[in-house]
């Protein structure tokens, strides 16, 4: 199974998601925002970073790139695509996720080992974790601030459209301590915290068992291969 | 040449991070007459050309769909502005 992974101008973690792509299973395969060619790949990760410089809006510019026409038709045919970060940016800014991403409410960047919960384990990126399963992955970010309209918030927790929420602290100021958000279909998943940085022992967040060994990241790559093989 | 210019501002009712940390600057400052800082944005878009009503609409358009987010920002006001070329006498 091959995977996508969007570089943009100002793309930071298209490396380490193709490096998660690999660890997963999968073959990672690089796109070139410029392009309107999705080389065939059977599901997409936007990765993390600050396209653009975060001008205008974070992820609004690129949000525009040619290659996401592509990305949203592959998206309404049931395309697994994943945003992190800025990538979760990008897919609010195309209208593919509801709701919006602002700066921080206390006003700082903040980068952290986050402590998440699995909310809907239904999703084409997290139906390998058990329900409510508790996980730990690094958080970086100075926009991560998820908002939404009242009416838009009763909708995504009254459809289980809540795919992650913080535990612990609320880093960011998200409403309902949002981390991430799916689609009605469940293909398109976009979250803040940064699961690429978790899939590989002596790389990832400290665990009680040892130093860096956590790799609570890996199920969200290997729930899309496992889902892409399984269809096949 | 003419230019339109579109302002943006975040939206009433949330909170404008930004905003909070100049007003808290300007406490620090001694101005303590200020209850609130809002900061918005202001696009100005030269135009090749005359401003009619179709370029008009069309940015209307374009402030709604790419220069703001309505989920996160209201547009606060479209206007255009004096087309005397720079020194000109007033």
């Known amino acids: 199974m091959r995977i996508g992974v969007v570089t943009f101008p100002g793309s930071l973690d298209d490396r380490d998601a193709q490096r998660a792509?690999?660890?997963?299973?999968?073959?990672?395969?690089?796109?070139?925002?410029?392009?309107?060619?999705?080389?065939?790949?059977?599901?997409?990760?936007?990765?993390?970073?600050?396209?653009?410089?975060?001008?205008?809006?974070?992820?609004?510019?690129?949000?525009?790139?040619?290659?996401?026409?592509?990305?949203?038709?592959?998206?309404?045919?049931?395309?697994?695509?994943?945003?992190?970060?800025?990538?979760?940016?990008?897919?609010?800014?195309?209208?593919?996720?509801?709701?919006?991403?602002?700066?921080?409410?206390?006003?700082?960047?903040?980068?952290?080992?986050?402590?998440?919960?699995?909310?809907?384990?239904?999703?084409?990126?997290?139906?390998?974790?058990?329900?409510?399963?508790?996980?730990?992955?690094?958080?970086?970010?100075?926009?991560?601030?998820?908002?939404?309209?009242?009416?838009?918030?009763?909708?995504?927790?009254?459809?289980?459209?809540?795919?992650?929420?913080?535990?612990?602290?609320?880093?960011?100021?998200?409403?309902?301590?949002?981390?991430?958000?799916?689609?009605?279909?469940g293909n398109v998943v976009g979250l803040m915290p940064h699961p690429e940085h978790a899939v590989e022992p002596g790389f990832g967040p400290d665990t009680p068992d040892a130093m860096r060994s956590g790799v609570d990241g890996l199920t969200i790559f290997t729930s899309a291969l496992e889902g892409l093989l399984a269809r096949a | 040449m003419p230019t339109i210019v579109v302002e943006v501002m975040p939206k009433a009712e949330l909170l404008d991070p930004q905003g909070k940390a100049v007003l808290g600057a300007l406490t620090r400052l001694g101005q303590s007459q200020f209850s609130s800082v809002r900061v918005g944005k202001r696009f100005e878009l030269t135009v090749d050309g005359e401003v009619t009503d179709a370029v008009l609409a069309e940015v209307k358009t374009l402030a709604d769909e790419m220069l703001s987010n309505s989920v996160i920002e209201d547009v606060v006001g479209i206007h255009v502005v004096s087309t005397e070329p720079a020194g000109a006498s007033v």
């Open chain 1, 21 to 185: 792509v690999r660890i997963a299973g999968a073959e990672p395969v690089a796109l070139w925002h410029g392009t309107h060619d999705l080389d065939g790949v059977d599901a997409i990760v936007l990765p993390g970073g600050f396209s653009y410089g975060d001008y205008l809006r974070a992820g609004a510019i690129a949000s525009h790139s040619p290659i996401m026409a592509e990305v949203i038709q592959a998206a309404d045919r049931g395309v697994p695509v994943l945003g992190i970060c800025n990538g979760f940016q990008m897919l609010t800014e195309a209208h593919l996720l509801p709701g919006g991403l602002i700066r921080n409410d206390h006003g700082s960047f903040i980068c952290r080992d986050q402590r998440l919960r699995v909310e809907n384990t239904s999703t084409d990126w997290t139906n390998g974790f058990t329900d409510r399963q508790e996980i730990t992955i690094p958080l970086k970010n100075g926009e991560g601030g998820f908002i939404a309209s009242t009416a838009e918030l009763e909708r995504l927790e009254g459809e289980n459209h809540v795919v992650f929420r913080y535990l612990d602290v609320n880093p960011n100021g998200s409403l309902n301590d949002i981390a991430g958000i799916t689609n009605a279909r």
